[in-house]
């Protein structure tokens, strides 16, 4: 975020100098005329700032009408096709608009002999019309050259980097931003006449507070959850809906661009002249107040959503402690969530730094619940099944499957191979061996081997018998050599059928 | 002859149920087998069935339909499609089944456990311990049982926290679990365990690897009343402290061999359990400290204490014995402090004594075991192992005062000779009776015990060389309930002596090991004879010969374990045991000089698929075909190589 408002920063920088050099060095009409220039509008490759300047207000019914489209800028993911009909009938409005200015100023400028008691009243009015006017069009214009960002990017990639100088080469990189700004400047538009709102200085001075990462900060909203401030203890201020989900909060005076950080801000207006240069322009704000001074109420803020825990109404209410708290809230709760992970396109977020801590960790979570969520961690997990009742943790199946069909295949190619293996295997040798030394205590000692001791008479040893039983289902496996042993060692067959009861005491 | 049905029937159904009541084990298989009533009344009472031969299953299931508790721990042949056989088969009804053993199944697997757990809807109680093998996935199948209230998986190796899980979700109205062995399970398993099984009364957490976490969990547990956590290396004092002020009702604590747990540990449990019963400490306390002492006196319900290994002072016994006087059960083995005077004290004080270990207590005397006898007339087990200063006088005193003792181990005490043992002959009801290592002992001294104890269940007589033929032959005279007997290196014996031992029907546990004398015809008298046997050791009886195994083979249908180790046994008779002997789980088949590899491979594929153990020598394992290994591991045998 740092790089892309510090480029945005050169490039404005540049392009601003530029374009004050032939023009006069007072307010801003001149500047912004320069701006208007059409001569490059056909020459795509170089998308410049002067050239995507056409906003109209029909562009921004078309937005209000189609309801999602803002939502699709914010995404970024997909642009409106681009039409050079509207287009131009945009740069003609613009031009028109443009013009009512200049008639504006010239009338300013007409009466500026006039009425010279009250000037310095005036004088200020006067410009805080003029900047209003100039920063809606310039806000129009930005989200007339966002909308032919796909083709930026397409051309971005043969054009040259950011850092050669050529001033259209890096302008917009992202397209969220154009379209954001796009979304306020049609809050600007509804708002009408009434001025132009720019940042609450408070806003300011919170901001400068928190100079940390964005996406670092995003618990912050839980873990200010603890926060017991008494109420009346602390200033309740509340951002309006369309100021939270606007993605820059600190705007340039002179020319209108806008940062997420006054520091950027402070960074930037050097650019504008070398007043803005000084250490003190470029000290912290509200390092710059006196210590004596009253010591500031603290600053608490409330969710603009009605019904909210977190809107000063609710009866619970429980402020949110920074403005970032409040950006991060607002969508993570009240918000659509538009940002999907590219991995498991299953998790989605309002919030991207949430999506990019999403991402990291996608696909490691290995530890899953019956109900299809999953988790990085164990105790994670854990703590879930335990939260909700018959949740359970849920059992990889592959595992199992694989063996159990294996050992299924084994054991089918076994009885296969059983045959073939043991076919060679002659014990006969041995127990004839046998039958000779080892049999002294045999009186008759007529143990016959007539009978071929195959192992093929082996029933018992059926591999292949695990899944498929070819014999009884209960098979008690009474060898074929029973009545041999029992006719060899002259013992007398006993009854071996009580054996249920005996076994079953 | 005539007569005699018609006596039976006129009685009523309930006064024969009654009748057969009455009668002890062998007697109502005498009767059922003589007479239908009987048969039919057995039929209809018979509430458990221990089966070993699963093929009667289904049959037994339709005769016996009243039965609610099921034993397969020991049939050989279980498997998931016999479950799943079972399952198909129409006729028969699990319904009533609410106790299922299925010990060392493992064979079965999720999906025979699945089946099963779906097939008796009241079951309530399980036991899959020792089935190696289980894992989550079984525990998952196990989890469809949702009205389990007993289970127990000891040994289950592969169960991790969460295939408890899944237990816990499914069954949540356990009241008692045991986990001893589950090497996988932590502390978030526990946490969960406790969480959602809030009726848990009974947990065995022993020999798991859980921190001080899982006790502060299990402290919530509002009615547990047994812990048991032998041997739990991570716990320390810091965790029994989470139970001084949790479960507060708990009953039974057995912290032996936590290896970090000190006194003041224990001290923490009864601060805050006045009303313990039960408290086994054995081999975790050092010494017995006074402060100890005084909370104990707190305890008045105390009935169990073992605080074996500990440094037990005279002093602090009588102090012990005189604050809980209601000890029924006290451990002190090894307790070498012991003299005496506290065993005086405690045979005194603690009146009801049942239970009283003093193995390798050293100095004790015939004095204190007199005491003992003449105060304690209810005791019942009395352990002496290794009580080299008892003699003969302390065992007259026994015989005299001590008519209900049960139990006596008086392994490797040099001073029993015969007339000792003519001593303990008095002691009528004596079932258990160990004599390991005592060998001056001779004939006379066992034809005292042969001649009086008839009651008689146990006797170890390891390495007793004193006694010879005419001994043994007392022995199976007199003790015919005999189920075990050990007679492993008692050089005397010969085929003479151990022929008679097919006196004794109902001998199941038998160890001839080392017995140099004994051949292939003494081996068959017993196997002849000892119809119910179910273990038997004959490890370096070298001189049996194949024709005692032919004749085991033939005859002990029930045989379900057996040490051939270093025995002359052939390849020929080798195979003709592993096919007949269908019941055999366990081998042990080291050593074996005339079996070649492949009467090694040909005896196991005969019985591959019912041997749940085996022990064979480290080279085989290359040697062996690499089919018949796997089928053996599919099976769940497990194959320890020496």
Known sequence: METEDDLCHNNWGSSSSKSREPGSSDGGNQTFAGFTSQQKWEDASILDYEMGVEPTLQVFDEMKASGQANVDFLQGVRAQAWDPRTMLSNLSFMEQKIHQLQDLVHL??????????????????????????????????????????????????????????????????????????????QNNNNCGGQEFDLPKPVVVDERESHVVEEHEMKDEDDAEEGENLPPGSYEILQLEKEEILAPHTHFCTICGKGFKRDANLRMHMRGHGDEYKTAAALAKPNKESVPGSEPMLIKRYSCPFLGCKRNKEHKKFQPLKTILCVKNHYKRTHC????????????????????????????????????GTTFSRKDKLFGHIALFQGHTPAIPLEETKTSASTSAQRGSSEGGNNNQGMVGFNLGSASNANQETAQPGMTDGKISFEEPFSPMNFDTCNFGGFHEFPRLMFDDSESSFQMLIANACGFSPRNVGESVSDTSL | MSTSPSILSVLSEDLLVRVYECLDQPCRKTWRLISKDFLRVDSLTRTTIRILRVEFLPTLLFKYPNLSSLDLSVCPKLDDDVVLRLALDGTVSTLGIKSLNLSRSTAVRARGLETLARMCHALERVDVSHCWGFGDREAAALSSATGLRELKMDKCLSLSDVGLARIVVGCSNLNKISLKWCMEISDLGIDLLCKICKGLKSLDVSYLKITNDSIRSIALLVKLEVLDMVSCPLIDDGGLQFLENGSPSLQEVDVTRCDRVSLSGLISIVRGHPDIQLLKASHCVSEVSGSFLKYIKGLKHLKTIWIDGAHVSDSSLVSLSSSCRSLMEIGLSRCVD????????????????????????????????????????????LKLESCHLITEKGLQSLGCYSKLVQELDLTDCYGVNDRGLEYISKCSNLQRLKLGLCTNISDKGIFHIGSKCSKLLELDLYRCAGFGDDGLAALSRGCKSLNRLILSYCCELTDTGVEQIRQLELLSHLELRGLKNITGVGLAAIASGCKKLGYLDVKLCENIDDSGFWALAYFSKNLRQINLCNCSVSDTALCMLMSNLSRVQDVDLVHLSRVTVEGFEFALRACCNRLKKLKLLAPLRFLLSSELLETLHARGCRIRWD
């Open chain 1, 108 to 185: 300013l400028v007409g009466r500026g002999g006039q009425v010279q008691g009250r000037q310095d009243e005036l004088a200020a009015q006067q410009q805080q019309l003029i900047t209003t006017d100039l920063t809606s069009i310039i806000i129009q214009l930005i989200s007339t050259a966002g909308s032919l960002l796909p083709s930026v990017k397409h051309n971005m990639s043969t054009a040259p980097g950011p850092y050669t100088g050529q001033p259209g080469s890096a302008l917009f990189p992202y397209a969220r931003e154009a379209n954001n700004v796009a979304s306020q400047s």
């Open chain 1, 336 to 371: 659509d969530k538009s940002f999907t992970c590219s991995r498991c396109h299953t998790k989605k977020f309002s919030v991207i730094a949430d999506l990019k801590t999403h991402e990291k960790h996608c696909g490691k979570n290995k530890w899953l619940c019956s109900c």
């Open chain 2, 338 to 381: 012991v003299t005496d005077i506290g065993m005086i004290s405690l045979a005194r004080n603690c009146l009801n004594l049942k239970t009283l270990n003093l193995a390798c207590c050293g100095f004790v005397t015939d004095v204190a075991i007199s005491a003992v006898a003449q105060s304690c007339r209810n005791l019942g087990t």
